[in-house]
T-cell receptor, first 114, second 114 residues
Framework: AQSVSQHNHHVILSEAASLELGCNYS??????LFWYVQYPGQHLQLLLK??????LVKGIKGFEAEFIKSKFSFNLRKPSVQWSDTAEYFC????????????FGSGTRLSIRP | NAGVTQTPKFQVLKTGQSMTLQCAQD?????MSWYRQDPGMGLRLIHY???????DQGEVPNGYNVSRSTTEDFPLRLLSAAPSQTSVYFC?????????????FGPGTRLTVL
């Protein structure tokens, strides 16, 4: 079955700590991968996306993610978090051509201690 | 551009009542979709539309109807609300169905069914 797993439900870090949020997927065929962020009280926004090419993709606000095909993973990283990174983060996967089959993970809530 | 707008922001219904959640976008996007967001379950696709006059079911369509008479509007109807439909509903749009395109999300509607 197609699915996206985000094993960390709630992560608490201090400012300047490094961040890695896990994302594993189960999806047949070629995939496109996304990380979306939802800041408190706001709607979802795209952080970054992977379609092809370099498996290390860089997004906004210093975030990056690495696609490891052999591990079916697309982990999100940031070397030094800020208080403003407090948000919920969603990993998502879709088929090669169609957004209509997008599958979201359950989300990881990130809390940053000032 | 206003982007994707949703009304109302909050709604409380009694079991059996009907209502329509409104969604509009002013970006001339072909593809629009409705998701529900439940704690620990991420976003799940309810219905989607690849253009005016064309709609299809997503992962969790039961209890919901949609129509797409214009490019701009994509209302979601609950014919007989049930407590299981208590959730936060997000509308999204993208230029075409291709998953290469970023999805733009509305601010959400928080629905409670008593």
């Amino acid at each position: 079955a197609q699915s996206v797993s985000q094993h960390n439900h709630h992560v608490i870090l201090s400012e300047a700590a490094s961040l890695e949020l896990g994302c594993n997927y189960s999806y047949g065929g070629t995939v496109n991968l996304f990380w979306y962020v939802q800041y408190p009280g706001q709607h979802l926004q795209l952080l970054l996306k992977y379609f092809s090419g370099d498996p290390l993709v860089k997004g906004i606000k210093g975030f990056e993610a690495e696609f490891i095909k052999s591990k079916f993973s697309f982990n999100l990283r940031k070397p030094s978090v800020q208080w403003s990174d407090t948000a919920e983060y969603f990993c998502a996967v879709t088929g090669y051509s169609s957004a209509s089959k997008i599958i979201f993970g359950s989300g990881t809530r990130l809390s940053i201690r000032p | 551009n206003a982007g994707v707008t949703q009304t109302p922001k909050f709604q409380v219904l009694k079991t059996g009542q009907s209502m329509t959640l409104q969604c509009a976008q002013d970006m001339n996007h072909e593809y629009m979709s409705w998701y529900r967001q439940d704690p620990g379950m991420g976003l799940r696709l309810i219905h989607y539309s690849v253009g005016a006059g064309i709609t299809d079911q997503g992962e969790v369509p039961n209890g919901y109807n949609v129509s797409r008479s214009t490019t701009e509007d994509f209302p979601l109807r609950l014919l007989s609300a049930a407590p299981s439909q208590t959730s936060v509903y997000f509308c999204a749009s993208t230029r075409t169905e291709s998953s290469y395109n970023e999805q733009f999300f509305g601010p959400g509607t928080r629905l409670t069914v008593l």
